[in-house]
């Protein structure tokens, strides 16, 4: 760690760019297999590594149950759509002030949503974001779990059945705020850095 | 403002847009002389008008007041330079989670710093963006002056001038966080929209 | 700034007096002439200069833009009453826990309602002054902007309007508030001291 | 209970005064002898009856109690001064918004310390009063007691030894900042209601 | 007290036991004879001295004063259980991390309630333990007070009322929580150390 | 779910007991059978099957990956002792006001440290429990982990290496407190309930 820090540059010193994270990062080469694949996968298909990937592979074994539990709930069919999840994590990733999910989740949001401006209107203040009156109950409960989930009631869970949920959106609801509560301390621990690809992605209008 | 409000049209009903305030926008021609020559000066400057604008036009005589105060303390020559002014503006901002200046600012902010991930970083969590030491003292103090004024101590004076401020830097990073106090608020109140221009505005590297 | 710091005597060492803002004061003959007329004329009704006009005078600019933003809003005619308009100064100002606008502008309310005990009432806990249910809600709003303004919804403008507030005046009570917010902040960083004379006025029952 | 609701009358309708507290206010004849004894003791020196003597009465053992403890931390002899005692009341109950607790105890400080400005001072922001070193440093450890003394550490106890507290002092400042932590809810409860004479005594400079 | 913090021994040196208080303890012997002969009592009562009247009786008056208001509350006959009051002092002093005051009281709820899951069910978040619907309204009521006694309102008042509650009972759970406020703060001054034998009390089922 | 809240009784309907979490708890026999494998193995060690288990099981995938997970952080040899791990739990779902975990690994960690008083200490205030210096800076980064990631500097890191802890235990102290960053929401979203067991293991001093 102690080179990353030495080398950890100031904005008025641009040649030398700032590490990824505050701890080693594995050589693709020297990882399991498995992992290897996973990382090679989601290159061949966003054109680049996503630096959660290759920092995370620093544990192997959380690496693996990470992206078991993000998989369980970011890519399975059916209840919310991939864009309404997406929202929930910008909008719980920035009340955790993550640097690395919500420039990430972002632009995965405005790819899913087809909506360009949506994410950044997430992650300033979901209050006053273009939203369907569902998607507003979906993220008041999320950023609940997120922020002050011992206040969760049963109330809560009768709101968001009148609103139309089923209960098993809102399960899905509070886990995937409860994943990224994980997600967020980890890349804030690590100081992780979002790849400069994500900040531009899915911005032209459809 | 009822009509304004029938049309603020849900996510998935896009063929209306949403209105640009809580308030009723001014038609331009209707506007007093001074006040339709700024706006038609910074439309030929930026080829479009930015929504504070015509909004805050709604009352003239605090669209004078405003303008001349931003004016005064964003324009004016020497001490801080226009990017690290608008640094203050987007940390600020962000912490009083106002949509139109974290947007809008942060367009300015990716074209006065030449830095296109900049503005996103400082939006997001300041604590973790590319700043330069001297950037990271002036946005703490400039936070500082905008969640907790009253704490301000000569201590902190004391720290920015160690840091290398100038009595009137210090006085100008303070007074930057108080008008965006006020504008952050105005905007909020009236629920301004950025302009669709702003999101993408200095996102290519230069 | 020295010399001012170099004088701050702590109370059990009265022969010094306390300097009034930690920024220099201008003298009254250095003053641009329109600057110096407003001073002169406001010490002619008042009995003496408050000591936001001198200390503010420092930045001639920004002096001007605060007087013209404060007279629009405090001064002009209709909507909410004079008192009123000072009861938001004082509940948003005791918020901000700033000394000056707190006793300047108590004396202030002191006169203008003709209740010589509002103000502290105001000051310590405004939700058990002696208010009426119109000023109650009012203040609930101007607390709401200057503490959360991103909270303000829909919602809260119907319930003002339902509370008997036109649009416009809800607009001011929000506007007085965002003033506030800056005007706080900068007595705040200049730590301005109000002038002994502020803490006595309006006290005598009418 | 109801008959004192019933006639709190809002600020236009100065008719019918409010009343001094939510709950029953015994007749001074009615009450215990010792009680009323202290009563007319307190009326004879200060010319009136404060209001938290005749409303706490309605639950005689309990304004024993309260009295016996105010007795043994506000008017033994040796160690803190009077007026010291008074500003660590003033600047708690500030914190905690008490109306009674700071208006009135405001009134005593303003007498003990022969300083018509510094009770306000030390309500609005005891940041920013005319206060010694030491005073400033018996606040800070004062307000921390009120407000998050799960806190209180060694070396918040070394501090205040190397500031030339004593031990006994020391529990005195935390001691009467625990008995107006139960004093300023108990006057929350009631909604007690300062009496008149309070807002303006001690405040004619000596 | 520079003894006994010599002695505070880090938990891997368990040879030395921690002190009870930051503060001189008495011996009983030492005590003026009225506090001896409480401290007797309970002692023969409880089967040994809980911490907080030996230590507490350092400062005699004090002693005398809180044992006095807290026999006026928590013994007195008729309205709350002896349990209601029990559970009172575990939801607050939890809400003000009061070591001592969560494991004594906690242990003696555990007796009075013949619960002996629901004082740590209390301690960690009483909106999840196993309450009546009344037990919940007035430990809403009592944390309230407990966090933010200015904001009670008529309506509070109003909603106990319609729950059940008679006047004297709504006072009782408010002076429990002020009691408590200041006890809780006292115990955090000293440092006060529960008694062992708290741990265990009461955990057997009935 | 509308069944098992139905049959949520109050405390003063002993006859019913409370469900153990807000959603459908399967059969053992019909869960997949390494699910299955895992809770019996779990009954054979702990003589009962706690719940989190069985009720997280509804989601075998989740319940999948949050297994690895655990084991990954909590299980695996070197670095923090098992006991100090689990400190770090009370500590974190302690402020996260987590019923299950402060219950249920409150025990396991009596159990582990072989200091029956340790984890009601660390739950109420770990401020003030008896840990050792070592223990105490680890407590105070994993509760900055849990509350304020986001402000977590290389300053802590180099704090934390200064009191002996490897770049490795950081990471495990940062991981923990994120895992039950994921674990305490879940748990509240369920409102789980822990075992009766839990709340009397391990208090038997050793």
Redesign the interface.
Known sequence: ?KAA?AT?A???APAAP?PIS??PVPALDALPADIRDRILEVQEKAGFVPNVFITLAH?P??F???F??H???ML?DGGLTKAEREMIVVATS?A????YC??AHGAILRIRAK????A??V???Y???????R?RAMLDFAVK??ER??????SD?ETLRRDGMT?DEI?DI??I???F??????A??M?LRPN?EF??MG??PK
Chains 1, 2, 3, 4, 5, 6 share one sequence.
């Open positions: 760690m820090h950890r100031p904005a008025d700032p505050r701890y544990r074994d959380e693996r149950a990470f078991a539990y998989d369980a709930l399975k920035s955790n002030h993550c640097h919500v420039i909506q360009p401006l949506l950044d209107q992650a300033v203040n209050l006053n974001a273009d939203l369907t009156p998607q779990v997120a989930s011992h206040e969760v009631s049963d869970i209960d399960w509070g886990a705020a409860a994943l509560a994980l997600s967020n301390r980890m804030n621990l100081a400069d900040y531009t911005r032209a």
